[in-house]
Nanobody, 118 residues
Framework: QVQLVESGGGLVQAGGSLRLSCAAS????????MGWFRQAPGKEREFVAR????????YYAGSVKGRFTISKDNAKNTVYLQMDSLKPEDTAVYYC???????????WGQGTQVTVSS
């Protein structure tokens, strides 16, 4: 299994920026990509962004495209989410997730709170 540890959440004013980090350890070779999801109070968890370890293909939700950037550092097994032009509706707990061919090898981080004040 892959262990994931997120960091970088916090409180920011609308229009501000934050950068989240997700460090992976363990069976990282079983993962072909990493992603970010978020869950606001009373809402379902939703996809935010994903990046593939090999090749670096990126995918974004429409609501964050152009404002958020996902990147990776293969040497550090770490994925980042740069969030710019933040809006109050971006407020949520952000979770890191590993992607694997085998469902039992998919892992989630513990989550980090992002709060955007208006």
């Amino acid at each position: 299994q892959v262990q994931l540890v997120e960091s970088g959440g916090g409180l920011v004013q609308a229009g501000g920026s934050l950068r989240l980090s997700c460090a992976a350890s363990g069976r990282t070779g079983s993962s072909y990509g990493m992603g970010w999801f978020r869950q606001a109070p009373g809402k379902e968890r939703e996809f935010v962004a994903r990046i593939d370890w090999s090749g670096g293909a990126r995918y974004y939700a429409g609501s964050v495209k152009g404002r958020f950037t996902i990147s990776k550092d293969n040497a550090k097994n770490t994925v980042y989410l740069q969030m710019d032009s933040l809006k109050p509706e971006d407020t949520a707990v952000y979770y890191c997730r590993s992607y694997a061919q085998t469902p039992s090898l998919v892992s989630w981080g513990q989550g980090t709170q992002v709060t955007v004040s208006s």
